[in-house]
């Protein structure tokens, strides 16, 4: 499984738009100043590829891929802003001809104008969302959307017929890591702890920071017994994995982990409850195990 994008990546991402947005947003008021008070217009509005020159053009067409690329209105973009450039254009001609741009003409450009700065705030709205719905410790999705997320897969696996497994991770002796070596090295132990988890789960997994230093897993499609061995595999990993510390130390640390199967028909938040329950269970045993709520 891959995390989610990092902070600083979305963050990025966001600013980047934001700039963009604002190239737009002059571009098109320097465009109504043309058509409405016969102001020259930029040499580059009035060539075939004016699409390439302008300020988003090059923004959007100079990468491949481009890191939005995956961003389900990011296609949809590249035609918006074609059309809007040939609409400017064919109404610039007429301005420049001496005529008044056509009525039709001038309603499409600044329709098509409009349109695109409403995807484009409408995509950066979305990547903020997803710098929210991330933890920014760990780069696990935190606990926005969580539960819906978790209930869309129960519904899958009803569909399908195949079972889903939730499980709950609790890094054991936590609060002694924080406490005698402090919350830098507790940090450390969360972020390349979780960078390893999410390294050993498969591509269709997904893991979300439930809170403090325990986190959620979800395993579709998987029946408990082999949920069990991805889990033990972790849990290993987990325990020959060196941490390195601030301080430049390296330090071990285990988990314990509570596994549960959801029920297709009863609540998400109850398989919850019942894998907290394993967990307190593996605690109670010794910790650095995996219990099974049957």
Known sequence: MALPLEREEIQHQTEELEVIIAAHLAWFKHINQALVYGSAPSPADLAEDAHLRSPFGQWYYSRAPHDLEENAEFSQLGALQQAMHAAAREALLDSREGRHPRPEVYDRCIDLALRLNTALRRMQLEIIGELLATDSLTGCASRRGMLGKLREEQERALRIQRPCCLGLLDFDRFKRINDELGHPAGDAVLRQGMKFVASALRKYDSVYRYGG????LCLPGTPLNDAALIVER??????????????GELHRVTASFGLVEMSPHRPVEEAIANADIALL???EKGRNRVELWR
Do not use: D, T, W
């Not at 230093?213 to 959620?216: I, N, P, S, V, W």
């Open 281 to 283: 269970r593996a605690k």
């Open 213 to 216: 230093e325990e986190f959620l």
């Open 234 to 247: 972790i849990r290993e990993g987990l325990e020959r994995l060196p941490i390195r510390l601030p301080s």
